[in-house]
């Protein structure tokens, strides 16, 4: 059976790939990333799924050159517009006569939690635990050992609509393609780039890619909420496309050369001719009104991500500010005008390659890329139930060998 996993993001735009392996010591190893163009899917939804089977296929092609297929586990990254988050709490009675807690009592709380009435063409995709309570005393991390009556556990339920992401995963099972996961894009990001130490104060991360913008919020190291907004930087090349009267191909290489998000920091006397870039366009635009069309677009993205902070009641109340990925954070001047619309400290984030194993320099730097940062958070947290399932096995196969020793003289 082959150690490779894979963390497959594909977007509307791009299609992100990050290949790593699972090494003895469980130290993750990354052996490629690389991304091709994507067909098919608008907003983070089919819209053809030929054209997205089309697309992944060159992509499978190159990971089948590792291994087979079927053998590598694949961790897509999911997520549209219709993700809802909503609090359950689990409550069950500890069930044995000293009252200690054990496995079974959480296992059954946890799934008391996720007893809830969604609607049938809808599908859970995590159920995260926020915190135990043992007899009214809240904030308990672990619960396992300690003396109670009443378990209960607070637990975010996230669901999508359940259409959208079976279309998505048959075009990869088309291919031959072996799911092994399926994780929410927005905790992917946060898996690949945000701190211990972050999530601890309270930080929201944002990754505004070209069909869509997600969002996820973190304090005291629990997931506070998560959103997705089918809006994203798609749309501004749109909008240069309709004020500049450029076709869309001209518009977005306008956008990524000459673009910034921050009008007041380009000058008036900058302009660009057009017939450089595409020989149908004539005349020159001045780089400021290029930014202006940015920013106002930017802008909006952005007030759609405060009116969901004020929403959880966190709107400029994280002491770890806001982290920034995806493509559209590669704009220059993106974090200034994140600071200034919602009020908080903002960065690039960038995944601390460092720790990693990485094969090549050439793979690190790709890493580095605010575009990766969903496909390496898929990776690593496919790692990380590797890792854990190892570790179950391990620990079940030391149960059976202590029994067999206790029966067998």
Same mark, same amino acid.
């Given at each position: 059976?082959?150690?490779?996993?894979?963390?497959?993001?594909?977007?509307?735009? /791009?299609?992100? !790939?990050?290949?790593?392996?699972?090494?003895?010591?469980?130290?993750?190893?990354?052996?490629?990333?690389?991304?091709? +163009?994507?067909?098919?899917?608008?907003?983070?939804?089919?819209?053809?799924?030929?054209?997205? /089977?089309?697309?992944?296929?060159?992509?499978?092609?190159?990971?089948?050159?590792?291994?087979?297929?079927?053998?590598?586990?694949?961790?897509?990254?999911?997520?549209?517009?219709?993700?809802?988050?909503?609090? $359950?709490?689990?409550?069950?009675?500890?069930?044995?006569?000293?009252?200690?807690?054990?496995?079974?009592?959480?296992?059954?709380?946890?799934?008391?939690?996720?007893?809830?009435?969604? +609607?049938?063409?809808?599908?859970?995709?995590?159920?995260?635990?926020?915190?135990?309570?043992?007899?009214?005393?809240?904030?308990?991390?672990?619960?396992?050992?300690?003396?109670?009556?009443?378990?209960?556990?607070?637990?975010?339920?996230?669901?999508?609509? /359940?259409?959208?992401?079976?279309?998505?995963?048959?075009?990869?099972?088309?291919?031959?393609?072996?799911?092994?996961?399926? !994780?929410?894009?927005?905790? @992917?990001? @946060?898996?690949?780039?945000? /701190?211990?130490?972050?999530?601890?104060?309270?930080?929201?991360?944002?990754?505004?890619?070209?069909?869509?913008?997600?969002?996820?919020?973190?304090?005291?190291?629990?997931?506070?909420?998560?959103?997705?907004?089918?809006?994203? $930087?798609?749309?501004?090349?749109?909008? *240069?496309?309709?004020?500049?009267?450029?076709?869309?191909?001209?518009?977005?290489?306008?956008?990524?050369?000459?673009?910034?998000?921050?009008?007041?920091? !380009? $000058?008036?006397?900058?302009?660009?001719?057009?017939?450089?870039?595409?020989?149908?366009?004539?005349?020159?635009?001045?780089?400021?009104?290029?930014?202006?069309?940015?920013?106002?677009? *930017?802008?909006?993205?952005?007030?759609?991500?405060?009116?969901?902070?004020?929403?959880?009641?966190?709107?400029?109340?994280?002491?770890?500010?806001?982290?920034?990925?995806?493509?559209?954070?590669?704009?220059?001047?993106?974090?200034?005008?994140?600071?200034?619309?919602?009020?908080?400290?903002?960065?690039?984030?960038?995944?601390?390659?460092?720790?990693?194993?990485?094969? $090549?320099?050439?793979?690190?730097?790709? *890493?580095?890329?605010?575009?990766?940062?969903?496909?390496?958070?898929?990776?690593?947290?496919?790692?990380?139930?590797?890792?854990?399932?190892?570790?179950?096995? *391990?620990?079940?196969?030391?149960?059976?060998?202590?029994?067999?020793?206790?029966?067998?003289?």
């Amino acid at each position: 059976m082959s150690n490779l996993l894979i963390g497959l993001d594909i977007g509307s735009h /791009t299609i992100k !790939v990050v290949i790593g392996e699972v090494k003895r010591d469980n130290q993750p190893s990354l052996v490629d990333a690389f991304k091709m +163009p994507s067909a098919g899917l608008r907003k983070g939804v089919v819209d053809d799924i030929s054209e997205v /089977t089309q697309a992944l296929s060159p992509v499978l092609s190159q990971v089948k050159k590792m291994g087979k297929a079927s053998d590598i586990g694949i961790f897509l990254g999911v997520g549209s517009g219709d993700v809802k988050v909503q609090s $359950s709490i689990g409550v069950v009675a500890v069930s044995r006569a000293d009252y200690e807690i054990y496995q079974d009592d959480v296992s059954r709380a946890i799934q008391s939690a996720q007893a809830i009435n969604i +609607p049938p063409n809808r599908m859970v995709l995590h159920s995260i635990v926020k915190e135990f309570i043992v007899d009214g005393v809240k904030d308990i991390r672990d619960p396992l050992g300690m003396i109670g009556n009443r378990l209960e556990v607070n637990s975010l339920i996230i669901d999508a609509f /359940t259409p959208g992401i079976k279309n998505l995963s048959k075009c990869v099972e088309i291919l031959g393609g072996n799911l092994s996961g399926l !994780v929410l894009g927005a905790l @992917a990001d @946060a898996r690949a780039v945000l /701190t211990k130490n972050q999530k601890e104060l309270g930080v929201a991360l944002i990754n505004i890619g070209f069909g869509k913008t997600s969002l996820c919020v973190f304090e005291e190291n629990k997931l506070l909420h998560a959103a997705v907004f089918p809006v994203g $930087s798609g749309n501004i090349t749109n909008d *240069l496309a309709i004020g500049l009267k450029i076709p869309i191909e001209t518009a977005e290489i306008i956008k990524l050369t000459f673009g910034s998000a921050l009008a007041r920091e !380009v $000058s008036v006397r900058d302009a660009v001719e057009l017939a450089k870039i595409d020989s149908k366009s004539k005349g020159t635009v001045p780089k400021k009104f290029i930014a202006d069309i940015i920013e106002v677009r *930017l802008a909006e993205i952005l007030e759609l991500v405060n009116n969901e902070l004020k929403d959880t009641g966190k709107a400029g109340r994280l002491p770890a500010g806001v982290v920034l990925t995806g493509g559209g954070a590669k704009l220059p001047g993106v974090p200034d005008l994140a600071r200034q619309e919602l009020k908080l400290s903002a960065q690039i984030g960038i995944p601390t390659v460092s720790l990693l194993d990485i094969k $090549s320099n050439e793979i690190a730097a790709k *890493l580095e890329d605010p575009e990766f940062t969903c496909a390496l958070g898929l990776l690593l947290t496919g790692h990380d139930r590797t890792v854990e399932s190892r570790g179950a096995r *391990l620990s079940l196969r030391g149960v059976v060998k202590r029994m067999f020793k206790h029966f067998v003289p």
